[in-house]
């Protein structure tokens, strides 16, 4: 096998989820050329990366239907011999089943999945999404599982350097989905309880920047920084590693952390771990009310807002359940 594309063209976190197969197919195919499929915007999560020979942007916000032609008439071009198709929608089978590669791979959740040569029942409950993605490619490497990577670059921890002193904590408090994040007096009330030697880092996208300097403001605490929109995927990552903790939410953040084996407490609000997307580094802590709601789950990604108004599912949650480093200068 020479030629292999990988088709993940979601959000950061589903791309961070599908690079174990990326680990696994270069130890199987040690010379192939491996290339992965995501939308524009993610580009930079897989920039250098060791393993991949390029990478291949899908815009999907503007002209979408003309670039999505134009995005498989690139691949059709490319002569791959085999396709994984990670996603489960329309577009990404009808790219994978129009590919012309010898192998198309996909799960059978997609509408075109009877395009594909091979395709996999994708449960939602019993396994972690990285085990579902691995059964992908299962039958062309082994079942033995990889975890999810990133390689941060020389210029992304270059571009840290000057924030790694002093002992500090990582606080990711957005989502793309409103039900997931953790309230914003919560991450105060957290923020608040913590040793005020550290130093807190807030992280985010540019998109991120009011509602992380509206935590900053309400803590009144000079040691929080805003660093939403200033540093690129991989510093984050970078950043991340080095914290003496990261509180996250059940999002993007939470697979950086995973990817580098960083410590983490991910907060689960609207969603549940048991839906295979929960943290896999080594020091982490899943973060859940104690109560039971009868309303929760109420999505398997969560929602804009919550349906019925009060959002205990994130309300309810406790500053004592986090874990609280200690100082060590």
Known sequence: MNKILIIQTAFIGDV??????IEKLHAFYPEAKIDFLLRKGNEKLLANHPKINKVLIWNKNKRKTRNLIKTIKKVRASEYDAVINVQRFFASGLICGLSRANLKIGFTKNPLSFLFTKSYEHKIRGLHETNRNLSLIQEITDKKYVSQKLYPREVDYASIAKYIDIPYICIAPTSVWKTKEFPQVKWVE???????????????????????????????????????????????AALMKGAAMNYVNDSA??????????????????TKPSFGFGPLSLDSKIIETNNELKCRPCGLHGKKECPLGHFDCGHTIQTKQFDKPEYQN
């Open 253 to 270: 953040p939470m697979h950086m952390a995973s990817a580098l084996n960083a410590p983490c407490n991910a907060v689960y609000c609207s």
């Open 16 to 21: 961070i989820l599908a690079t174990p197969i």
């Open 190 to 236: 957290l923020i608040l309880s913590l040793d005020d030697r550290f130093i807190i880092y807030l992280l985010g996208g540019p998109s991120d920047k009011i509602a992380c300097e509206e935590i900053k403001d309400h803590t009144e605490r000079k040691n929080v920084i805003n660093l939403s929109g200033k540093l690129e995927f991989l510093a984050s």
